[in-house]
């Protein structure tokens, strides 16, 4: 059986964050990634502008995330458009960019990194590999974003009765589509979901869906959902027009929005998605992974494996605030009765979308001022 002090199961931007921050401070850990080469995972294209401050305390500048400049959030509902400025500029990135950054900052920071390496289950701070081995750890940063690792799951009842799935699908850069989106996060209103469409550094869109599965079942497949949204929704059948129809469409299932890890067990410290779900529409997913990252790193070297409990109920109360506030939007998003009341609303209260925008910010702290 092999042994690490600190073992941090997945790359993504939550555990190359909890890496930077042990390389940095010279603890000895291991970091496994199932992937042997960076792919393009579904959530989180973008990045607030707290988002944006947390990665350059971890040495990654926005100059290295490409050309993703957001400046307005523009919000759709029928006929309806509201649109606004953030509070200060925000990023679109393809989390296959943002992931190759920060993996490689975690290394050069001396992280030990292993790729193609699967975790079939944890017992306790033991990880059961798909070879059959096993790989123990004093302590253990469980960083598997959405995806849910046997015997360390979040509670099957968060999905609720009708659980919400994330579908992705990318739109090949060109001139029109760059005149319809510009330098906005746009957020479509339908039953049941939304749709939040940015551009990414090679003027690609990125186009998420959350959406309930009774609405996908209606609909009968993925695809015939982008097909009906984009016909009754003309300004969102705009956009899908640029589509070519070979398209991937990604999916992910069951998606436990509102959960929060409230307690934690001594050397397990839970990152990212595996903390907390906010949801998606709130665009605030990578800075609540990036923060816990942070936060777990400064807290185990300050405590070790016992500081693991004051961590997670700590990071539960940083993240109540966003992940209640940004609950509360995305009931109203997805019933259209609500939505057609809130909207003027918004147009009618100058500064009101900021100050959601604001409040559905995870909040800094002093674990987040990372030293270079």
């Not at 998606?280 to 070790?304: F, K, N, P, T, V």
């Amino acid at each position: 059986m092999r042994r690490t002090p600190a073992l941090i199961l997945g790359g993504g931007p939550a555990g190359a964050s909890a890496a930077i921050v042990l390389a940095r401070a010279g603890a000895p850990h291991l970091l496994i990634e199932r992937t042997r080469e960076t792919g393009d995972a579904i959530c989180g294209g973008f990045l607030s502008w707290r988002t944006l401050e947390s990665l350059a305390r971890l040495g990654v500048a926005p100059d290295a995330l490409g050309p993703g400049r957001v400046t307005t959030v523009r919000v759709l509902s029928g006929r309806r458009v509201v649109e606004t400025r953030l509070p200060r500029p925000a990023h679109g990135v393809s989390r296959h960019l943002l992931d190759t950054v920060m993996l490689k900052r975690a290394i050069d920071a001396g992280s030990a990194v292993e790729r193609g390496v699967t975790v079939r289950g944890v017992d306790g701070l033991t990880a059961r590999l798909d070879d059959g081995a096993d790989l123990a750890a004093d302590t253990l940063f469980l960083a598997s974003g959405k995806h849910d690792v046997r015997g360390a799951a979040r509670p099957a009842a968060a999905r609720g009765s009708d659980p919400v799935l994330g579908l992705r699908v990318r739109i090949p850069a060109a001139p029109g589509l760059d005149a319809l989106i510009g330098e906005s996060i746009e957020l479509h209103l339908f039953d049941r979901g939304y749709v939040g469409i940015v551009r990414q550094e090679d003027g690609s869109a990125n186009c998420c869906l959350a959406v309930h599965r009774s609405a996908l079942i209606e609909a009968g497949s993925p695809a015939a959902l982008l097909d009906q949204l984009g016909r009754d929704h003309p300004r969102l059948g705009e956009r899908f027009a640029y589509r070519s129809g070979s398209e991937a469409i990604d999916a992910i299932a069951n998606v436990p929005y509102g959960w929060r890890a409230l307690h934690g067990a001594p050397g397990l410290f839970r990152l990212g998605d595996q903390a907390g779900v906010i949801p998606s529409l709130a665009g605030e997913g990578m800075g609540i992974a990036i923060a816990s990252g942070i936060r777990a790193g400064h807290a185990y070297l300050g405590g070790g494996a016992a500081a693991a409990p004051g961590f997670q109920q700590r990071f539960a109360r940083a993240t109540a605030r966003p992940i209640r506030l940004a609950g509360l939007v995305r009931d109203a998003a997805e019933r259209p009765a609500l939505t057609g009341f809130a909207l003027p609303l918004l147009r009618q209260i100058p500064g009101l979308i900021e100050i959601i925008a604001s409040l559905t910010r995870i909040g800094h702290s002093r674990l987040d001022r990372t030293p270079s």
